[in-house]
Nanobody, 124 residues
Framework: VQLQASGGGSVQAGGSLRLSCAAS????????MGWFRQAPGKEREFVAA????????DYADSVKGRLTISRDNARNTVYLQMNSLKPEDTAVHYC??????????????????WGQGTQVTVSS
């Protein structure tokens, strides 16, 4: 499984970005998907997760109401719509796929495959 993340960039506080993560796998709908981020000098942290069908989504408290995860199984793609961005959202954002996961908030170690990361920079 290969994951290709894109859509990062530099925006001012209050701005928006839409991240995409395309998966090269036949059975994309068999994987729960997640987004994580890692800021310089900090550990990788959970951002959002979506179940295999998209029926369940979960978010870190710090992003609830501002970020929305979604997926399109026909396009093998998961998205992260980021609104009302804050400087503390600045980080490399990674998408991840979990073959045995059914959804919910899971640690990074529970995911099997990772994308290369895309940088999000929010200036004040």
């Amino acid at each position: 499984v290969q994951l290709q993340a894109s859509g990062g960039g530099s925006v001012q506080a209050g701005g928006s970005l839409r991240l995409s993560c395309a998966a090269s796998v036949r059975t994309f709908s068999s994987y729960a998907m997640g987004w994580f981020r890692q800021a310089p000098g900090k550990e990788r942290e959970f951002v959002a997760a979506i179940s295999r069908t998209g029926g369940r989504t979960d978010y870190a408290d710090s992003v609830k109401g501002r970020l929305t995860i979604s997926r399109d199984n026909a396009r093998n793609t998961v998205y992260l719509q980021m609104n009302s961005l804050k400087p503390e959202d600045t980080a490399v954002h990674y998408c991840a796929a979990g073959r045995q996961l059914v959804g919910g908030i899971q640690p990074a170690g529970a995911y099997d495959y990772w994308g290369q990361g895309t940088q999000v920079t929010v200036s004040s």
